[in-house]
């Protein structure tokens, strides 16, 4: 009954070719956005966001979500729309955070958030050297290939003293910067300001992603991902494909791991950029849905979410942490089994499910 | 040029074409296949093919099963590399080229068995058909506005004449995974002709189809034919297909060329018979 | 030209200078290698049979492994003696284990996902890895435990030859270790070449619907499968638990048995072997004595970049099935 698309005309190509042609779909997305500002303005109050303290909710919850759903968008260009498997996430991220960092020490009196981008576009470039491989390997070998990325890199992040500044721990720390006179990076952060940049540059980067998707671009990718040598018979050159979604997935992943040393964690080291971090934002993709933009930010929301709440849920019965960590990876690896088997377009094919549903409503089919 | 079995009179035109009985213009040869032998590891696919195919003419290539057919049509659009053997097009000498650059002078293709984008809607899947005449830069498609989206309009507003043209309106924004079979197949054809090529290499276009669903893309076929200019190269297997929709035809049978001309001729060659057509 | 000296000439004069230890690097690199071919091996036994990369494969390394101390320990406090007794009863338990896990996979996660494209598979057995992550660290703890290496009646101690002017170092563990490899690689090929089961699996390997046509029951074929894989896990868990702990960052380490695929080719046990020796020595080889240019540790990622030259070159391997795309 209010989820209808009868009387929803499009009078030309233009307005059926917009992100969200659905009426109601574009009110759910004003909800979201008057949500996010809602939020913030709690936050900014001190009232406590669903009945936890804001500044625990945004530095634990929300913000990390926010930057694990950039990293997810990144990996699902790469692996959803363009079929290339990728185990090298976590790595890209770390150029991207290492990049920002040695940026920032040498011109510290740029705009950090422009240096964001710069790093973005460093970790791009490493993305396409390291894609290379994919002109002549598919599959389940590209996925060794990425590997060799992920191990190399880790590596060199521990190795290359330069890339820490020397620092004998071989972490770094990030130094205060500032965003319109508001301190946004280092311990005395505004909590508020971290979470609007973050959103910000989340929302900003969601709607070039949608834009590429649906243009020739993210066409040619999904060519590629579906059927790579018709694709080629059409006209596509693999090179610029392939090469463009490594470059276009490593910049995401470059920015979020800048994001995410910076704003979130504040300091980082090797670990915060290994293998299992890789493998948590495969998780996060598939489990989100492989191909869709909304379901990277199920996905991302999902894998980071049910593992606190499932500590949340242990701790109420006297059991610890570490226990409850395991069940969650345990619970976790179940759950991909089961989407697997399930739905293998995950959450977000579960969600249109739903709509689809709740277009007949109150009608059962 | 002696007159037809079926009443086809040919008389050459000073541009070395003919105009058939219903009125068509055939032209020059359009793209000339000179000793082609193609071979994998020890198997020999095609064993020293040589024909032509006239610019505005429908060509059939036909043969029992494993002649060497679809790989004709792979080696035509650069997907296979023949070990021997010249393919000339529009009057030069094509060098070893990759699948890309052959899309890229014109020649689309469809296949045997289905290669559509499992992943997309229908209209998706046609308008990765104009992926080669959409020029607009990274920058714009970042933006999504101004000339891209115009780029985009365009494309859409031809994509939309093809559909029309192959009465698919009501699938337009089905999963093509969904479809019946005959309907990918035409959605496939569309996909082929929003490339606007010059030459339309067909792989059993009417495999697994119905009497009806074959009188129908016997139809468009002749449309495509007539209505857009576009010479066709088609595999096929229905005798009676081939009789009534080709202008001339080869024949192959275990890679090696049996013969080579008009339907009717080809349908009394006494090789053909025995290879293929039976009693 | 100090550092085209240090790359391309003093690593063999270093070599040719100390005879000896190039020997003992040469083996301590065989060893690993014999090592990460049975990892392999395990990879190779269910891809031939039923075309799926299980990824879960150096998980299974370690739960196998984790899973014979935790019986162990077990054993013990529940009263029974150290000794050949305890450990055998260890095995056994560990085995059926190994076998329940065999018959969970195929009856919970391959039967419904059957046909489904090869990435859902492999997704699949990743989410089989990190149920045995999770689980195995809840049920073992954390923490790395030594092998019952003695208990298991395999050889401590070392015999040290002189040659080559120096001395090199034999580990007993190191050669019980190759040769139980090599048997129980001799034991698989009789298994596959003579017995019903094995003939059955070949079929399996070539052709599913032919070998479901001609009766083979697919679904015991994979239990099998999957049951010998896990041996394999835990013969390997055994020999590299006895050498290093045994500890969930073994599972990293057995993400090498990738390249030595790579290299070997999907679907060969022979190339398993030869990959997995090249790999091995080429990494020892490498990090001794061009990994103090690069600062060392080197060992992490240069079997990956082996297996990527090679795989721009020669993308089936040393042994594998040319790729002939069809359209």
């Not at chain 1, 150029?95 to 920002?100: D, M």
């Not at chain 1, 820490?164 to 990076?185: D, K």
């Not at chain 1, 869709?292 to 593992?307: D, E, H, K, L, Q």
């Not at chain 2, 066709?232 to 090696?256: F, P, S, T, W």
């Amino acid at each position: 009954m209010f989820y209808r698309e009868a009387g929803d005309f499009k009078t030309s190509y233009k307005s059926d070719l917009q992100a969200f042609p659905i009426r109601q779909d574009k009110i759910g997305i004003y909800i979201w956005l008057i949500i996010a500002l809602v939020v913030a303005l709690f936050a900014y109050k001190e009232w406590g966001i669903m009945g936890m303290d804001s500044g625990f909710a945004m530095k634990a919850i929300i913000i990390p979500t926010l930057v694990f759903t950039l990293t997810t968008l990144g990996l699902n260009i790469l692996t959803g729309f363009a079929g290339q498997i990728s185990l090298g996430t976590g790595a890209f991220m770390g150029v991207g955070a290492y990049a920002c960092y040695k940026l920032t020490t040498y011109f510290p009196d740029v705009n950090i958030i422009i240096l964001f981008f710069a790093s973005g576009l460093v970790s791009a470039a490493v993305g396409v050297l390291f894609g290379l491989p994919s002109l002549r390997i598919k599959g389940f070998y590209l996925v060794v290939a990425t590997l060799g990325a992920q191990f190399f890199l880790e590596w060199l992040f521990g190795r290359w003293a330069w890339l820490y500044n020397n620092n004998p721990s071989g972490a770094i720390e990030v130094p205060v910067r500032t965003l319109f006179g508001v301190e946004i990076t280092g311990a005395n952060a505004s909590v508020v300001a971290q979470y609007l940049v973050v959103l910000g540059i989340l929302i900003f980067m969601t709607w070039i992603a949608s834009n590429l998707i649906r243009g020739r671009i993210g066409r040619s990718w999904m060519m590629i991902r579906d059927m790579d040598i018709a694709a080629e018979l059409i006209g596509v050159r693999p090179l610029w494909a392939k090469l463009s979604a490594f470059a276009v997935s490593s910049f995401y992943c470059g920015v979020s791991g800048a994001l995410m040393v910076f704003i979130w964690l504040g300091a980082a080291e090797v670990e915060s950029f290994d293998i299992n971090h890789s493998f948590l934002y495969l998780f996060m993709v598939i489990i989100g849905g492989l191909g869709s933009i909304t379901g990277s930010y199920m996905g991302a929301a999902f894998i980071w979410i049910f593992p606190i709440v499932l500590k949340e849920i242990g701790k109420s019965f006297g059991v610890g942490a570490t226990v409850m960590e395991n069940i969650s990876l345990l619970a976790i690896g179940v759950m991909i089994v089961i989407i697997l088997i399930k739905e293998p377009h995950g959450l977000a094919r579960l969600w249109q499910i739903a709509k689809q549903k709740l277009r007949l409503w109150p009608f059962p089919h | 040029m002696a007159p037809g079995m079926d009443g086809q009179s040919m008389e050459a035109t000073e541009t070395d074409g003919y105009v058939t009985a219903d009125g068509r213009q055939i032209g020059g040869v359009m793209m000339d296949i000179r000793n082609i032998v193609l071979r994998f590891g020890g198997v020999t696919a095609i064993q020293d093919v040589t024909f032509d195919i006239r610019k505005g003419e429908v060509r059939a290539i036909i043969g029992p099963n494993g002649a060497g057919k679809s790989s004709m049509l792979n080696v035509i659009n650069g997907f296979y590399h023949p070990q021997e053997g010249e393919i000339w097009f529009k009057g030069k000498l094509r060098p070893s080229m990759k699948p890309y650059e052959v899309a890229e002078q014109g020649i689309a293709r469809t296949f045997q068995n289905i290669a559509l984008f499992k992943g997309m809607s229908t209209l998706d899947n046609i308008m990765t058909g104009r992926q080669l005449k959409m020029k607009k830069n990274f920058f714009w498609q970042m933006l999504r506005y101004g000339p891209a989206i115009q780029e985009e309009v365009e494309h859409r507003q031809k994509v939309e004449e093809i559909i029309d043209f192959l009465e698919i309106q009501a699938i337009r924004k089905t999963p093509v995974g969904s479809l019946p079979y005959g309907m990918q197949k035409r959605v496939e054809l569309a996909r082929a002709l929003a490339m606007e090529p010059e030459l339309l290499l067909l792989d059993e276009p009417m495999a697994g189809m119905n009497v009806e669903e074959k009188e129908d893309m016997s139809r468009f076929i002749i449309d495509v034919n007539e209505q857009y200019g576009t010479t066709i190269c088609l595999i096929e297997h229905d005798m009676g297909v081939v009789m009534d929709l080709a202008d001339r035809v080869v024949v192959l049978d275990y890679g090696k060329q049996l013969a080579d001309g008009l339907p009717g001729d080809v349908q009394k060659d006494q090789a053909v018979i025995d290879a293929y057509l039976g009693v | 030209m100090d550092f085209l000296y240090d790359v391309l000439i003093k690593p063999f004069v270093e070599m040719g200078g100390d005879p000896a230890f190039f020997f003992q690097v040469l083996w301590e690199g065989f060893v690993a290698g014999i090592l990460y071919a049975l990892i392999a091996l395990g990879f190779v036994l269910i891809f031939k049979a039923s075309g799926i990369f299980n990824f879960a494969q150096g998980i299974m390394v370690v739960f196998a492994a984790l899973g014979l101390v935790g019986f162990y320990e077990v054993l013990g406090s529940a009263g029974i003696e150290s000794g050949t007794v305890k450990a055998v009863i260890s095995l056994v338990l560990t085995l059926t284990m190994m076998y329940a896990l065999a018959f969970g996979v195929e009856r919970l996660v391959l039967r419904p996902l059957v046909g489904q494209e090869d990435i859902i598979l492999f997704m699949s057995t990743i989410g089989i890895t990190f149920m045995l992550i999770g689980g195995g660290q809840w049920i073992f703890g954390g923490e790395p435990k030594s092998m019952i290496t003695e208990d298991l009646g395999l050889p401590t101690g070392d015999t040290v030859v002189d040659a080559f002017g120096g001395i090199i170092i034999f580990q007993h563990l190191d050669v019980a270790a190759t040769i139980i490899a090599g048997l129980l690689i001799a034991g698989l090929a009789l298994f596959f070449s003579k017995t019903k089961t094995g003939r059955a699996l070949r079929a399996v390997a070539d052709d599913h619907q032919a070998a479901v046509s001609v009766g083979i029951g697919l679904n015991q074929i994979w239990v099998v499968v999957w049951f010998a894989a896990g041996i394999v896990a835990l013969v390997t868990g055994v020999m590299w638990g006895a050498k290093s702990d045994v500890s969930f960052a073994l599972q990293i380490v057995a993400l090498k048995a990738l390249p030595v695929l790579v290299l070997g080719g999907f679907t060969s046990i022979p190339g398993a072997i030869v990959g997995g020796l090249i790999i091995g020595i080429g990494e020892k080889v490498f990090e001794l004595y061009w990994g103090g240019l690069m600062g060392g540790g080197v060992e992490s990622w240069f079997a990956f970049i082996i297996a990527l030259i090679f795989l721009l070159f020669r993308p089936q391997g040393i042994f594998g099935d040319k790729i002939i795309e069809r359209v």
